[in-house]
């Protein structure tokens, strides 16, 4: 017979090769992360917060990793293995840093996630969980306020380039988060929180300059309806306003400058 050899034959040492590479490529792939973030509720919202240093300043790593967090895409819609909600208004995340604007505190990147694509929205705002982002800014150290009282956090809503301030009660030297403040919505009753959007929509439109606050131009707009059985169309009037989503209003409601949330 052939004599013994202690190599194995080509073929099947380059096979070797390929599957020890395909191993280490695994194991690289597979290296868990530890990043800090915490999971709160703003309004009748929820997300996870991070701060942006924790985070890879590659905003197509960055994604990934928050799309994994939540859960996304889930292509049974239930974000099983995540920590989305498997809805809008739980499925998204917040990135803070300090900021360098003049007269803000900390600049704020809001993101909305699509439950069954790979798709993070950063081009809006969530007003509700804006009501979160000064408790996580004080809990994180990013802004310093008094021991007990009020603290005013002046936030940079970074994707539509807005301000927005926080006034959120400290006792004790720690963010409040029991109190009987109740909300439409929640549950359980919580401390409050009050917030101010200043300036939420231009005056003109533009780049940069967020759009009209009446995005058709008009203050009252009627909208014609068929109705179903008969010919005959009825009108409806409508208040149309533009904050950071779309918001379509019947009736003459009020534009307030402060909301409360929890």
Known sequence: ??????????????????????RIDVEAAMKQLRIPAVYM??????GVFFLAH???????????????????PDRYGKHTDGMGGATSSTSKVVILSKSERAGCDVDYRFGQVAIDAPVI??????????????????SMGL????????????????????????HV???????????????????FPAA???????????DEEGEGAGGAMFPTGNRIDTHGQARRRSRRRRSRQAHE??????????????????????
Do not use: Y
Request: a neutral charge; glycine letters at 12%.
């Open 143 to 166: 802004v310093e306020g008094p021991a007990d009282g009020i603290a005013t956090v002046n936030i940079w809503q970074a994707n539509i380039e807005k301000k927005i301030v926080n």
């Open 41 to 46: 509720r703003g309004g009748t919202s929820k």
């Open 241 to 262: 306003r533009h904050f950071a989503h779309p918001q379509h209003g019947h009736g003459r409601p009020r534009l307030p400058r402060q909301m409360s949330f929890r």
């Open 192 to 202: 409050e929180v009050k917030v101010e959007f200043l300036d939420p929509a231009a």
């Open 121 to 138: 929205d950063w081009s809006g705002n969530c007003g509700n969980l804006s009501a979160a982002v000064g408790p996580f800014a004080l």
């Open 54 to 72: 924790d985070l890879p300043s590659d905003p197509e790593a960055r994604d990934r990793i928050l799309l994994r967090v939540i859960g996304s």
């Open 1 to 22: 017979g052939r004599p013994l050899s202690a190599r194995p034959p080509a073929g099947l040492a380059e096979a070797l090769i390929l599957r020890e590479h395909r």
């Open 169 to 187: 009660l400290m006792q004790g030297g720690e963010v409040q988060e029991l109190g009987g403040f109740e909300l439409d919505g929640v549950a």
